[in-house]
């Protein structure tokens, strides 16, 4: 019974720290690698056009990222959107 509640309270924490907007380590690393590939201009942002060419799968989902249509989205967007979905 002890070790069932360990697993359950595990699981609990563990869910809830996806969902707060948090992203594990092996995926932020990959994020910030990817990302940095894509900037091509070394803006810290990344246009509609250097998204789509570096990180295809973030395009798909950049409209939602850029909600104030400013037209580029960052690191931290994109950080916050992934741990949010």
Known sequence: MRNL????ATLLISSSYCH????????????KERFAAADK???GKLTRDECEAGMPRIYRGFDQ?????????????????????
């Open 5 to 8: 509640i360990l697993a359950v």
């Open 20 to 31: 707060a907007g948090q992203v594990d380590p092996d995926t932020l690393a990959k994020l």
């Open 41 to 43: 201009n070394n803006d």
């Open 65 to 85: 990222i850029d909600a104030d249509k400013k037209g580029f989205i960052t690191l931290d967007q994109i950080i916050t959107f992934v741990g949010n979905h």
